[in-house]
């Protein structure tokens, strides 16, 4: 099973990677289509959507397409997804 799980803030983790507490109530409840956590709130993605482009787990995603942890901020390439526009007055 892998799972993806989606918190308020557009976060999408498996299990693996939503961090300890969604870990951890993982293990308590497996099958739990929402987790509440003292960090925020994963509901878990039915499979149809967890099948859509991008809803892939963040992290499993960048080492997958060879990126690392460290992000140089000083690096101008492949920050599309999470680079900003800021609006131009
Ligand atoms: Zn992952």
């Not at 993982?26 to 809803?55: C, F, H, Y």
């Not at 397409?65 to 131009?88: I, K, L, Q, R």
Request: aromatic letters at 8%; glycine letters at 6%.
């Amino acid at each position: 099973m892998n799972a993806i799980y989606i918190d308020y803030n557009g976060r999408t983790a498996c299990a693996e990677h939503g961090g300890a507490y969604l870990k951890a109530a993982l293990q308590a409840t497996p099958n739990a289509r929402t987790i509440d956590t003292p960090l925020g709130d994963w509901v878990r993605l039915s499979a149809k959507e967890a099948a859509s482009p991008g809803m892939d787990c963040e992290t499993c995603d960048m080492h997958k397409s060879g990126h690392t942890d460290y992000v140089d901020p000083h690096a101008d390439t492949h920050h599309d997804e999470m680079s900003f526009s800021m609006p131009v007055f």
